[in-house]
């Protein structure tokens, strides 16, 4: 059984940083990528960022130059460093496993 628990969020200012964490459980971690998504009211889920088992990145134009995903395999936790953050990032964020979701955390940006 895979589970994914994400924190850090919250609400924070325009031109404010927040980190969020996503702890997993399971065998499966190591062998993986894994993604940020987000959801904003009214707006389909879409794709934040994504690491490879290898720890190669990839982010949506969106993000880029402002987040940062991270992965430490030892305790299978991914990171996702959000600076420079802008009203239009306000949306719950989830982290993403194979075929696996978390709960989501909310993170509001005000202008």
């Known amino acids: 059984q895979v589970q994914l628990v994400e924190s850090g969020g919250g609400l924070v200012q325009a031109g404010g940083s927040l980190r969020l964490s996503c702890a997993t459980s399971g065998s499966i971690f190591n062998r993986n990528a894994m993604d940020w998504y987000r959801q904003a009211p009214g707006k389909q889920r879409e794709m934040v960022a994504t690491?490879?088992?290898?720890?190669?990145?990839n982010y949506a134009d969106s993000v880029k130059g402002r987040f940062t995903m991270s992965r430490d395999n030892a305790k299978k936790m991914v990171y996702l460093q959000m600076n420079s953050l802008k009203p239009e990032d306000t949306a719950v964020y989830y982290c993403?496993?194979?075929?696996?979701w978390g709960q989501g955390t909310q993170v509001t940006v005000s202008s």
């Open positions: 690491i490879t088992s290898g720890g190669s990145t």
């Open positions: 993403h496993l194979f075929a696996y």
